[in-house]
């Protein structure tokens, strides 16, 4: 399995960024997706995610500001980022997670908000 991410870049404290996620290969039809990220000098932590049936989790941090979806036909997720702060600059890391030892991780996708 590979996961494929891109739309990260930098912009403004209040502007919007959108990612994706494409995943390829042997992917179970039941799964969970999702995006954690990682700032300088902190641990890796979750941001959102999304299961097969289309229900998600946030966290308390990005609840209200970005929305995570999925096209289950093209195993893609995508990360809408609104409202976007200063503290939301990290690596942003695409994840796939089917069973309980199938975890699958993407390549970060940077994002830095600038004051």
């Known amino acids: 399995v590979q996961l494929q991410a891109c739309g990260g870049g930098l912009v403004q404290a209040g502007g919007s960024l959108r990612l994706s996620c494409a995943a390829s290969?042997?992917?179970?039809?039941?799964?969970?997706m999702g995006w954690y990220r990682q700032a300088p000098g902190k641990q890796r932590e979750l941001v959102a995610v999304?299961?097969?049936?289309?229900?998600?989790n946030y966290a308390d941090s990005v609840k209200g500001r970005f929305t995570i979806s999925r096209d289950n036909a093209k195993n893609t997720i995508y990360l809408q980022m609104n409202t976007l702060k200063p503290e939301d600059t990290a690596a942003y890391y695409c994840?796939?997670?089917?069973?309980?030892?199938?975890?699958?991780w993407g390549q970060g996708t940077h994002v830095t908000v600038s004051s």
């Open positions: 999304i299961t097969t049936g289309g229900s998600t």
């Open positions: 994840h796939l997670r089917s069973g309980v030892t199938n975890v699958y």
């Open positions: 290969g042997s992917i179970s039809s039941i799964n969970i």
